[in-house]
């Protein structure tokens, strides 16, 4: 199955074209459909030609057999003339509190390695403590910042003024980077704000070929792709692990992530702690220590 068909006809808004275009990036068929939600194939057939309207728990049973994102089902209710039933509240809003203060507990617990949460388009949303002070061992966060709102860790790895010049190996990080997004996207389809992302990072200098061809690991290849980070000519390697939010019932739910950076080996974490024990020492004021 394709993560997403950008090149297929963007649908109009009305109900039958949006189900249809749906069935066309999950490359289903009206039976195949059909069969997944228990609805018969003439009556999906009469919903995408506009001969009538479903009931709302029925276009719901369609949208999760197809597997379409809260946000997006909350676009078909809409043109079936339905309110929408996810809420679409902000990621801080006091109904989340409880996915706040799991995230804040994770993220507290994965010091001195950097944890951050960001939303569908890796903007940044909360961090730990190591984060922005691993970070500004190699650059001016304050500064990035200024240039740049919101903060988006891509642009930061991206950039020629942020952490491009101090990543090694840049071709197939920035390869594999690229295809991250591609893998991640919500409902595995690229929204037009997740294209335009895309197009914007290709757009800064030096964009790695060819980076949808996939990558043969060699016999002596790592479990994963490491990001190695460059500092006083040693490299820094990192892994991440990716975790979502299991049976979201919000989209704000549905669509954060919270990225973990670990050390790849033994001599990483080493340097690691000792980087941001130095650097939390520079930081800190005599009279408090």
Not at 132 to 146: E, K, L, Q
Not at 187 to 216: E, F, M
Request: aromatic share 8%; charged share 25%.
């Amino acid at each position: 199955m394709n993560l997403s068909k950008r090149d297929s006809k963007a649908p109009s808004g009305e109900l039958g074209d949006l189900l249809r275009y749906w069935r066309d990036v999950r490359g289903v068929s009206q039976l195949d459909l059909s069969l997944d939600a228990g609805i018969s194939q003439r009556q999906i057939s009469f919903i995408e030609s506009g001969r009538s309207v479903p009931g709302r728990e029925t276009l719901l049973t369609l949208a999760q057999a197809l597997d379409v994102p809260l946000r997006e089902r909350n676009a078909l209710l809409l043109a079936a003339g339905y309110a929408p039933v996810y809420s679409e509240a902000p990621w801080n809003a006091q109904e989340m509190q409880g996915v706040i203060r799991a995230l804040e507990r994770v993220v507290r617990q994965h010091e001195p390695f950097p944890a951050i949460v960001m939303d569908r388009h890796w903007n940044v949303l909360m961090t730990n403590d190591a984060a922005p002070r691993f970070f500004n061992c190699f650059v001016d966060m304050a500064a990035v910042a200024a240039r740049r709102a919101p903060r988006n860790m891509l642009h930061l790895m991206f950039d020629p003024h942020g952490m491009r010049p101090f990543i090694d190996d840049w071709d197939n990080v920035a390869r594999s980077l690229l295809q991250r997004v591609r893998r991640e996207t919500v409902g595995r389809v690229i929204d037009d704000d997740t294209a335009s992302l895309l197009d914007q990072l290709l757009s800064y200098p030096d964009p790695p070929h060819n980076w949808k061809a996939a990558q043969v690991p060699s016999a002596s290849a790592m479990p994963v792709i490491p990001i190695g980070f460059i500092h006083d000519g040693a490299v820094l390697r990192y892994f991440s692990m990716v975790t979502s939010v299991g049976t979201p019932q919000n989209i704000a739910a549905q669509e954060l992530r919270l990225e973990c950076m670990f050390p790849v080996d033994d001599a990483t974490e080493a340097r690691h702690r000792q980087l941001l024990e130095v650097a939390f020492t520079a930081r800190t004021p005599r009279d408090s220590r």
